[in-house]
């Protein structure tokens, strides 16, 4: 069973940074891509970064492309999310996601495991 733990949540104010860790246990993930959605109360899900198997691949949603970073990390068997000049619109439940592929979907159906999710709130 693999399981996915977030960790890093906070607060920080407008044009601020924050990093995202996600830890993987339960079996390897090298073989598998790797994501980050949010959500917010009442809106659906949405896909923030994602990252192949090999870290070769990466995908971002428009909102954030340019601001955010997404790398594997092999000594947690995960993923970390850089995110930096952060906005009041970036305020989120943050979540940690893997498939089988090793490549990236924006679709979130195609995560087979997840985290609880990590909250980030961005004040202005």
């Known amino acids: 069973q693999v399981r996915l733990v977030e960790s890093g949540a906070g607060e920080v104010q407008a044009g601020g940074s924050l990093r995202l860790s996600c830890a993987g246990s339960g079996r390897r993930l090298n073989d598998n891509a790797m994501a980050w959605f949010r959500q917010n109360p009442g809106k659906e899900r949405e896909f923030v970064a994602g990252?192949?198997?090999?870290?070769?691949?990466?995908d971002f949603a428009a909102s954030v492309r340019g601001r955010f970073e997404i790398a594997r990390d092999s000594a947690k068997n995960g993923v970390w999310l850089q995110m930096n000049s952060l906005k009041p619109e970036d305020t989120a439940v943050y979540y940690c996601?893997?498939?089988?592929?090793?490549?990236?979907?924006?679709?979130?159906?195609?995560?087979?495991?997840w985290g609880q999710g990590t909250q980030v709130t961005v004040s202005s």
């Open positions: 990252i192949s198997w090999n870290g070769d691949n990466t």
């Open positions: 996601a893997a498939r089988r592929s090793a490549f990236v979907s924006l679709r979130q159906v195609d995560y087979m495991y």
